[in-house]
């Protein structure tokens, strides 16, 4: 097995604010020593504007990988294993979608974590 080391890179670190039906589209890029035999990390915050219902979705390079519904307007740190089968070495995007509630959505915070093969 080869040695691995962890990277990340910060995709976002102000926030992004959305209404109902609005996207935001992150990219990202892997290193050519991606070690692609192990899952990656999506991390982020999301917070919402107030107590009502809120849903949205979250896409790598346009497969959905996480979605919730928010019913309080606490903030919430969140951690998705990302199959390494959904990217590629290269060009990769996140994509986060409000679905439906009113109010607003921020997500903040935004960092992608994944291993490299170690020289």
Known sequence: MSQTLADYQVLLDSG?????????????????????NSSLVLAYMVSPS???????????NDTVVDSATLSSS???????MIDAGLVNVGRNTVQFRFENGGGELTFHDVAIWYQRVAE
């Open 74 to 80: 606490e903030p919430r740190s969140m951690l998705e």
């Open 50 to 60: 107030s107590g009502s219902a809120k849903e949205y979705e979250v896409d790598i």
């Open 16 to 36: 992004s604010t959305l209404s109902e039906n609005g996207e935001k589209e992150l990219e990202f890029t892997l290193p050519e020593d991606f070690y692609g």
